[in-house]
């Protein structure tokens, strides 16, 4: 569909008070639409490569100014390769399922506010290569089905520090495999994590016996759930970790690599 008919639609979404449901591109997305919208926000569905690769980052600083993404539930590739961007405000990410490649190659990004994550699903290669961050807060994947296996959630930022954790890493499972590829967390490339960071990590990762409805006879969440997955963590985190602290993430049915 060209141009004109995209813009057309967008025009008419902001005079009829619809929200933009279809993606909108970077390059299809023209800076004149800011002056139609008379006060009002851009309402957006679909964030797909809005900010991708530098483009309109005058407009990152005022995100909330300028668009409405409260129920907006495809934030794929926005800031994909945005080189640009240092830091990210906190905006609406509530209604958000898919975050894949969301931050990818944000190679000089160092702060992201909190980000609402309690409804995505799909999280592979969200923050993948942001070299420069060094700290991220907890992240709630209650509804993830996807880190993102060979291309995971965090892969590339070797400058990781502080991370608040993966909260209910695991609640959502429903495939009844043994480490099945998308359930993996892999922090073997964040070599960077501090102690408190990996016991953030162990500590809220969701017990699999609950997740697979393994019980004893008292009705406790059992010992050797049904399907086994797998954090792998890499031998120089391991080694910032006592058996002990290991043993947390065992006996809720996680294979620590």
């Given at each position: 569909?060209?141009?004109?008919?995209?813009?057309?639609?967008?025009?008419?979404?902001?005079?009829?008070?619809?929200?933009?449901?279809?993606?909108?591109?970077?390059?299809?997305?023209?800076?004149?639409?800011?002056?139609?919208?008379?006060?009002?926000?851009?309402?957006?569905?679909?964030?797909?490569?809005?900010?991708?690769?530098?483009?309109?980052?005058?407009?990152?600083?005022?995100?909330?100014?300028?668009?409405?993404?409260?129920?907006?539930?495809?934030?794929?590739?926005?800031?994909?390769?945005?080189?640009?961007?240092?830091?990210?405000?906190?905006?609406?990410?509530?209604?958000?399922?898919?975050?894949?490649?969301?931050?990818?190659?944000?190679?000089?990004?160092?702060?992201?506010?909190?980000?609402?994550?309690?409804?995505?699903?799909?999280?592979?290669?969200?923050?993948?290569?942001?070299?420069?961050?060094?700290?991220?807060?907890?992240?709630?994947?209650?509804?993830?089905?996807?880190?993102?296996?060979?291309s995971p959630t965090l892969r590339g930022c070797a400058n990781l520090e502080n991370f608040g954790g993966f909260l209910n890493a695991g609640k959502a499972f429903t495939e009844k495999k043994n480490n099945y590829s998308p359930y993996t967390i892999d922090l073997s490339n964040n070599n960077s994590l501090t102690h408190e960071s990996l016991m953030n990590v162990i500590n809220k990762l969701c017990d699999l016996n609950i997740t697979y409805g393994v019980y004893d006879k008292d009705g406790e969440p059992g010992i050797g759930t049904l399907y086994t997955q797998q954090l792998i963590l890499g031998s120089t985190n391991i080694a910032k970790l006592t058996a002990e602290e290991i043993a947390i993430a065992t006996a809720k049915g996680w294979t620590v690599s």
């Open positions: 569909m060209g141009l004109d008919k995209l813009f057309a639609d967008i025009a008419n979404a902001i005079r009829s008070k619809k929200d933009i449901t279809r993606k909108i591109k970077a390059s299809n997305f023209p800076e004149e639409i800011m002056s139609m919208t008379n006060g009002r926000k851009v309402p957006i569905l679909n964030a797909y490569q809005l900010f991708y690769k530098n483009y309109r980052n005058n407009l990152i600083e005022k995100i909330n100014d300028y668009f409405d993404f409260s129920k907006c539930t495809d934030m794929n590739c926005m800031f994909y390769g945005n080189a640009d961007v240092i830091t990210i405000p906190e905006f609406d990410t509530s209604k958000c399922t898919n975050m894949t490649c969301m931050f990818q190659e944000c190679i000089n990004l160092i702060e992201i506010n909190s980000l609402d994550t309690s409804k995505v699903i799909y999280m592979d290669r969200t923050f993948y290569y942001c070299k420069a961050l060094r700290s991220l807060r907890e992240l709630d994947v209650s509804m993830v089905k996807n880190f993102g296996g060979s």
